[in-house]
């Protein structure tokens, strides 16, 4: 398996996936774990994760919500 290739954490779309990333695992949840209480789709879990994409801010109180936390807590430091 290749190694994971990390975001660009000079961009903020970098800090916010690695941001979603580190929550989901301090909350000991996989991927498809989300998906399940989230109905959001793994691939495009995966997707945020790997700043392919960012969440609608709709999404925030979802995800927020599915690793225990506030919506300010998903929001990377600058």
Do not use: C, H
């Not at 989300?34 to 495009?44: L, N």
């Not at 994760?49 to 919500?65: C, F, G, H, S, W």
Request: without cysteine; hydrophobic residues 35%; charged residues 30%.
């Amino acid at each position: 398996m290749p190694p994971r290739k990390e975001p660009d954490t000079r961009m903020y779309s970098g800090r916010f996936a690695v941001r979603l990333r580190t929550l989901r695992e301090k909350a000991g949840l996989t991927v498809p774990d989300i998906a399940e209480v989230t109905s959001i789709p793994v691939q495009t879990l995966y997707n945020w994760e790997r700043a392919k994409n960012t969440p609608p801010v709709d999404a925030y109180p979802i995800l927020a919500k599915a690793y225990g936390v506030r919506v300010r807590t998903l929001l990377p430091e600058e």
